[in-house]
């Protein structure tokens, strides 16, 4: 049988990278084909070009047995093939209606929108693919698993029978992501074909049909769920054997560290995204906080590291109150911090990794004799770290900017964790990092909480959160909702707590329910 998509020795180059070396690539009717690899290894970049968003330098696409050669997605969309993006490309005070007919307009007769014949269209596809998404609703009161759906019935309402997803999971609780897999064997079963891209070794090996795995630009080979297992698509990931499972002993939990107590904070528009919050971290735990995107974590840890005050409420590190002190006091205390956007707040890209290794202690000796740098203590500074964290570079005075995003993570723990520390906030630690980074960070983590550091845990990543936590607070509408410890609570439990679901009462959840 014919495959409906062939990608034969696809090349891409970019100055001074390969992104794509020579890939070939079969989909066929009715397949969910996972593509997989690390961060970096060319994945987006080879669905890019399938999507007329890149012109290959070499090789040939070929679709339903004939040539393609996209120059848009709008030539990829009239092929057949559609895309939903990471981040989602809706208008959040449209309608579902107005967004899947945007730039596909029905009109009548009189030259108007015709929304009544395109909210029929989007009825008959929702029910026909059980996508249970209400033309009428406004973008902006949806839940992110519906915009997600918003984003299949584009694809549907434009007739896409090869559907491209890219990494479809990042933002969803694991309910929704279930719920999204249920749709996607659904449409596979109506012969969709679908390539989704993704990290996530336990969702390939769960709902796929086959497995393509792509390093350094390369296909390192082509597999089944049957024939394979975590260890051995990491391996093909990164080249080298993965410890997938965290292992760590029972947490020997001291004095309290971290003390928050009604701790409201207010956003860049003035709006209360966190909301009468307390909790502590003591000395040698990792407390995790887990929920979907968006619920107040930025803020939060804004808050608690000096980047930005609380309209009320107090937080504490090491009995001295800090609720309106500045980083450079709360880091002076011995707190490390590991932001959420580590090329905004964690590193000055431009500058070598050399001075951003110093960042937090460029004043201090050895590094600084008065008001002067001392070149050779920096340097020598360096040259340890680079080779005690693993910091793949040319040179200490290479760009920070130009290493890959886990180079770059590695600079900022290396700049944290060379200092005495008593408290380490880690916001999305692994973000976008391959499975091999990912590893060294979790390593370095319960190290830190080993050594009696108080460690606060901020991740999207569910299962980060219960590999790495000795307790969970789960955080929903900005408010800490419940407490839990991570030994005997189901991952089911803490992705209804996301969802903003009471798992006793199985009712949306109004007020906190009582920590413990």
């Given at each position: 049988?014919?495959?409906v998509?062939?990608l034969?020795?696809?090349?891409?180059?970019?100055p001074g990278?390969?992104a794509?070396?020579?890939?070939?690539?079969?989909?066929?009717?009715?397949?969910?084909?996972?593509?997989?690899g690390?961060?970096?290894?060319g994945k987006?970049?080879?669905?890019n070009?399938?999507?007329?968003?890149?012109?290959?330098?070499?090789?040939?696409?070929?679709?339903?047995?004939?040539?393609?050669?996209?120059?848009?997605p709008s030539?990829?969309?009239?092929a057949?093939i559609g895309?939903v993006?990471?981040h989602f490309m809706?208008?959040?005070?449209?309608?579902?209606?107005?967004?899947?007919?945007?730039g596909?307009?029905?009109v009548?007769?009189?030259?108007?929108l015709?929304?009544?014949?395109?909210a029929?269209r989007?009825?008959?596809?929702?029910?026909?693919?059980?996508?249970?998404?209400?033309p009428?609703?406004?973008i902006?009161?949806?839940?992110?698993g519906?915009q997600q759906?918003?984003?299949?019935?584009k694809l549907l309402?434009?007739?896409?029978d090869?559907?491209?997803?890219?990494?479809?999971?990042?933002?969803?609780t694991p309910q929704?992501?279930d719920?999204l897999?249920?749709?996607?064997?659904?449409?596979?079963?109506?012969?969709?074909?679908?390539?989704?891209?993704t990290?996530?070794?336990?969702?390939v090996?769960?709902f796929?049909?086959?497995?393509?795995?792509?390093?350094?630009?390369k296909v390192m080979?082509?597999?089944t769920?049957a024939?394979?297992?975590?260890?051995l698509?990491?391996?093909?990931?990164?080249?080298?054997d993965?410890?997938?499972?965290?292992n760590?002993?029972p947490?020997?939990?001291?004095?309290?560290?971290?003390?928050?107590?009604?701790?409201t904070?207010a956003?860049?528009h003035?709006?209360?995204v966190v909301k009468?919050?307390s909790?502590?971290?003591r000395?040698g735990e990792?407390?995790?906080?887990a929920?979907?995107?968006?619920?107040?974590?930025t803020?939060?840890v804004r808050a608690?590291?000096g980047?930005?005050?609380?309209?009320?409420?107090?937080i504490?590190?090491l009995g001295?109150?800090?609720?309106?002190?500045?980083?450079?006091e709360?880091?002076e205390?011995g707190t490390a911090h590991?932001?959420?956007?580590r090329?905004k707040?964690?590193?000055v890209?431009?500058?070598p990794?050399?001075?951003?290794?110093v960042l937090?202690?460029f004043?201090?000796?050895?590094?600084?004799k008065?008001?002067?740098?001392?070149?050779?203590p920096?340097?020598?500074?360096?040259?340890?770290?680079v080779?005690?964290?693993?910091?793949r570079t040319?040179?200490?005075?290479?760009?920070?900017?130009?290493?890959?995003?886990?180079?770059?993570?590695?600079v900022i723990?290396?700049?944290e964790?060379?200092?005495?520390?008593?408290?380490?906030v880690?916001?999305?630690?692994?973000?976008?990092?391959d499975?091999?980074?990912?590893?060294y960070?979790?390593?370095r983590?319960?190290?830190?909480?080993?050594?009696?550091?108080?460690?606060?845990?901020?991740?999207?990543?569910?299962?980060?959160?219960?590999?790495?936590?000795?307790?969970?607070?789960?955080?929903?509408?900005?408010k800490i909702?419940?407490?839990?410890?991570?030994k005997?609570?189901?991952k089911e439990?803490?992705g209804l707590?996301?969802?903003?679901?009471?798992t006793?009462?199985?009712?949306?959840?109004?007020?906190?329910?009582?920590?413990?």
């Amino acid at each position: 049988m014919t495959p409906v998509l062939e990608l034969r020795g696809i090349t891409k180059r970019f100055p001074g990278v390969v992104a794509n070396d020579h890939i070939d690539l079969k989909l066929e009717a009715g397949e969910i084909h996972a593509l997989l690899g690390e961060n970096g290894a060319g994945k987006t970049t080879l669905m890019n070009v399938l999507y007329g968003l890149y012109s290959p330098d070499e090789g040939e696409i070929i679709v339903k047995g004939k040539r393609l050669v996209p120059k848009s997605p709008s030539d990829a969309i009239a092929a057949g093939i559609g895309m939903v993006h990471q981040h989602f490309m809706l208008v959040p005070v449209f309608t579902v209606t107005e967004n899947v007919m945007l730039g596909d307009e029905y009109v009548t007769k009189g030259g108007l929108l015709d929304r009544k014949r395109a909210a029929a269209r989007i009825r008959e596809i929702s029910d026909k693919y059980n996508l249970f998404v209400d033309p009428d609703a406004y973008i902006k009161d949806t839940p992110v698993g519906i915009q997600q759906r918003v984003e299949i019935i584009k694809l549907l309402f434009r007739e896409a029978d090869i559907l491209i997803m890219d990494e479809p999971t990042a933002v969803l609780t694991p309910q929704e992501a279930d719920e999204l897999f249920k749709i996607m064997g659904n449409l596979s079963k109506m012969g969709k074909s679908i390539i989704f891209i993704t990290h996530k070794l336990r969702e390939v090996l769960e709902f796929s049909d086959r497995i393509t795995v792509i390093r350094g630009g390369k296909v390192m080979g082509t597999t089944t769920p049957a024939e394979a297992n975590q260890n051995l698509l990491a391996s093909m990931m990164v080249g080298r054997d993965i410890e997938l499972d965290v292992n760590k002993k029972p947490a020997q939990a001291g004095e309290k560290v971290l003390e928050v107590t009604g701790l409201t904070v207010a956003d860049a528009h003035n709006h209360l995204v966190v909301k009468g919050v307390s909790f502590d971290v003591r000395a040698g735990e990792i407390l995790g906080i887990a929920g979907v995107q968006g619920n107040g974590q930025t803020e939060l840890v804004r808050a608690i590291t000096g980047l930005m005050h609380p309209v009320e409420g107090k937080i504490s590190i090491l009995g001295q109150d800090t609720t309106r002190a500045a980083p450079k006091e709360i880091i002076e205390l011995g707190t490390a911090h590991i932001p959420e956007d580590r090329q905004k707040d964690g590193l000055v890209l431009p500058y070598p990794i050399m001075d951003n290794l110093v960042l937090n202690t460029f004043y201090k000796p050895p590094f600084a004799k008065g008001a002067m740098l001392q070149e050779e203590p920096i340097r020598e500074n360096a040259n340890q770290l680079v080779e005690r964290f693993d910091i793949r570079t040319p040179s200490i005075e290479t760009q920070v900017g130009s290493l890959s995003g886990g180079n770059q993570q590695k600079v900022i723990v290396a700049r944290e964790f060379s200092r005495p520390i008593k408290f380490l906030v880690a916001s999305q630690p692994t973000r976008g990092l391959d499975v091999g980074s990912i590893e060294y960070i979790h390593h370095r983590l319960v190290e830190k909480r080993d050594d009696g550091c108080a460690v606060l845990l901020v991740s999207t990543e569910l299962d980060e959160i219960m590999q790495l936590s000795d307790r969970i607070a789960v955080i929903f509408g900005g408010k800490i909702i419940k407490i839990l410890p991570a030994k005997g609570t189901t991952k089911e439990e803490i992705g209804l707590l996301m969802a903003g679901v009471d798992t006793e009462t199985q009712k949306p959840v109004s007020q906190p329910v009582p920590v413990g």
